[in-house]
């Protein structure tokens, strides 16, 4: 079964939540930023390395396949499994030692450039890996193109983000 979207939706589409994640962005106040509150604990900064450390997983896994060369192992142990619940935890336990001490600039901004990035590969890529069901087969037998690569952010956390804007009357 191919694709039903292609290359150009696909980057449509990532250049549009690029511009989501900018009017969200607009939406906090910076010195609410490494306040505790989105998540818990967790400031929006926090969050955005979460995300970010995510992305950067799909991204290398991309630009790996780009090059024809091997998956790479994730960048956390590799026996943490990512379909495991108690493994996950482990993993955004770890993504988050690796950004809590980065300065708020720095997380901004390396989650900006990641759509560039993203959008990069993306672009790199032959109309046929991206519509092909089983070009990545992390991916499941699904198409990049067809891919919820944006799900994480609106699914698990945009609503608890959402929800801590209204506490702050945002």
Same mark, same amino acid.
């Given at each position: 079964?191919?694709?039903?979207?292609?290359?150009? &939706?696909?980057?449509? #589409?990532?250049?549009?939540? #690029?511009?989501?994640?900018? #009017?969200?962005?607009?939406?906090? &106040?910076?010195? =609410?930023?490494?306040? *505790?509150?989105?998540?818990?604990?967790?400031?929006?900064?926090? @969050?955005?390395? =979460?995300?970010?450390?995510?992305?950067?997983?799909?991204?290398?896994?991309?630009?790996?396949?780009?090059?024809?060369?091997?998956? *790479?192992?994730?960048?956390?142990?590799?026996?943490? &499994?990512?379909?495991?619940?108690?493994?996950?935890?482990?993993?955004?336990?770890? /993504?988050?030692?690796?950004?809590?001490?980065?300065?708020?600039? &720095?997380?901004?901004?390396?989650?900006?450039?990641?759509?560039?990035?993203?959008?990069?590969?993306?672009?790199?890529?032959?109309?046929?890996?991206?519509?092909? *069901?089983?070009?990545? *087969?992390?991916?499941?037998?699904?198409?990049?193109?067809?891919?919820?690569?944006?799900?994480? @952010? =609106?699914?698990?956390?945009?609503?608890? /983000? =959402?929800?801590? @804007?209204?506490? #702050?009357?945002?």
């Amino acid at each position: 079964m191919s694709s039903t979207r292609t290359k150009a &939706d696909l980057l449509a #589409r990532i250049e549009d939540e #690029r511009e989501q994640w900018h #009017r969200l962005l607009a939406r906090i &106040d910076r010195a =609410h930023m490494e306040e *505790p509150g989105p998540m818990g604990v967790w400031t929006f900064k926090d @969050l955005t390395a =979460h995300l970010l450390g995510w992305r950067e997983r799909t991204i290398g896994r991309l630009d790996a396949a780009g090059r024809g060369d091997e998956t *790479p192992p994730p960048p956390w142990p590799a026996e943490w &499994d990512e379909a495991d619940d108690a493994s996950v935890d482990a993993i955004n336990a770890w /993504i988050y030692e690796q950004h809590r001490e980065r300065p708020l600039d &720095d997380v901004l901004a390396d989650a900006d450039v990641s759509y560039q990035r993203l959008a990069s590969i993306v672009s790199s890529l032959s109309e046929e890996d991206v519509t092909s *069901p089983e070009r990545f *087969p992390y991916l499941e037998g699904q198409a990049l193109a067809d891919a919820d690569l944006f799900g994480h @952010l =609106h699914e698990e956390h945009e609503p608890a /983000i =959402h929800a801590w @804007l209204a506490e #702050r009357g945002r």
